[in-house]
């Protein structure tokens, strides 16, 4: 079934949230990190929002651990994992050139293990997921990146990973749909799942622009391909359209939603020009998909360019809370165990 031991899937206290986070996500290496677009410390930004209206504490949200090379080697080859380990290799995927001139041992610390607790992160949401109905890690959605290549700042391929997890360890999880609706093709998993029939891929993204890798687009089977500067009307019909879509068409066991914030308006890579409400708005009609259909969610928060990307995606969080579509109480039961509590009631007092 599974070859190695993992900490990965550890029991976490009924009082925790199944909202992951850990501090080390946010990456600062002497500035370096604002040569590239990416807002490198938006993920302890959110949590500064949430624990400000008071949705979470440092001692209900559940701390990430980063994936040991172990964990990584359940999808990435050896010959992949062994290449981060030249500085040239990470420069070029992270896309922030003066990488290529540090020791790699630094850039291992500073670049790639927030990357690789990220990718823990959404490793253990996924079981969280399963076990509680709904999870959000506030990082990863790293979804440039397959078994053997990275790139677009996409070092780890942590949603083929939570997918592979939950397959190989956790009983009763054998279909997948992936709905992606970052603003970039999602080339990594899509060259992962390419001839896996057990996952289903919807992918909305911006026809123009990176990476538009015409081989990986064959797993895609609902694409939505946007032209430049899509707005709120249009975008917001065509993400209830296609998820409901996808949802009836195939049944899944799971989904991972990727919530890329690379939609909004301004964004200097994702060339849509969705605003603050459209995005707040997407989430909800996702997530109300998934509930209306007891199916668990995953949420990851993949790219977003701007400042602001991290308020908006605090917001969203917060409007799933205060549509009931997230939270402690929150939890599906399946028919079986349904038809036992109504025979046998006292079975939750035991719980």
């Given at each position: ?26 990456i ?10 990416f807002?490198?410390g938006?993920?302890?930004?959110v949590i ?8 979470i504490?440092d ?7 980063e ?9 990435h ?6 290449r981060?380990?030249?500085s ?12 290529m001139?540090?020791p ?9 293990r ?16 399963v ?7 506030v ?21 083929t ?9 956790v ?16 080339n990594g ?11 289903f891929?919807?992918?909305?993204y ?19 391909e ?6 709120d ?15 009836n068409?195939i ?9 890329g914030?690379?939609?909004l308006d ?16 997407r989430?909800e ?7 209306r ?13 701007q400042?602001?990307t991290?308020?908006?995606?605090a ?6 809370h205060r549509?009931?579509l ?15 509590y ?9 719980i």
């Amino acid at each position: 079934m599974f070859s190695h031991r993992t900490d990965l899937y550890a029991s976490i206290p009924r009082t925790c949230l199944p909202i992951v986070y850990h501090s080390d996500y946010n990456i600062t290496f002497m500035g370096l990190e604002k040569l590239h677009p990416f807002d490198a410390g938006k993920w302890g930004k959110v949590i500064h929002f949430l624990k400000e209206e008071q949705l979470i504490t440092d001692g209900n949200i559940v701390e990430a651990c980063e994936a040991t090379e172990e964990d990584l080697l359940v999808v990435h080859t050896k010959r992949y994992l062994n290449r981060l380990k030249w500085s040239l290799v990470v420069a070029t995927i992270t896309e922030i050139p003066p990488v290529m001139f540090l020791p790699n041992f630094l850039v291992q610390r500073k670049v790639l293990r927030p990357l690789r607790t990220q990718t823990g992160g959404t490793i253990m949401a996924g079981k969280l997921a399963v076990d509680r109905g709904w999870a959000i890690n506030v990082g990863g959605g790293f979804h440039h990146c397959s078994s053997d290549r990275g790139g677009g700042f996409c070092a780890y391929a942590d949603i083929t990973l939570a997918i592979k997890f939950l397959f190989e360890r956790v009983e009763g999880i054998s279909r997948a749909t992936i709905i992606d609706l970052d603003a970039h093709q999602g080339n990594g998993h899509e060259r992962d799942f390419l001839d896996d029939r057990r996952v289903f891929i919807m992918d909305m993204y911006n026809r123009h622009i990176y990476p538009r890798d015409g081989y990986a687009k064959r797993a895609i089977k609902r694409k939505v391909e946007l032209d430049w500067g899509t707005e709120d009307s249009e975008y917001l019909q065509k993400v209830e359209l296609h998820s409901e879509g996808a949802l009836n068409e195939i049944r899944p066991d799971i989904i991972i939603y990727n919530a890329g914030t690379d939609i909004l308006d301004g964004d200097p890579l994702g060339g849509l020009s969705i605003s603050p409400h459209g995005i707040v708005k997407r989430d909800e009609i996702v997530f109300r998909a998934a509930k209306r259909r007891g199916i668990p969610i995953l949420m990851v928060t993949s790219g977003g360019y701007q400042k602001k990307t991290a308020r908006i995606i605090a917001d969203s969080i917060l409007n799933l809370h205060r549509q009931g579509l997230i939270g402690p109480e929150y939890m599906i039961l399946d028919e079986p165990l349904i038809s036992y509590y109504f025979l046998n009631p006292e079975f939750f007092l035991l719980i």
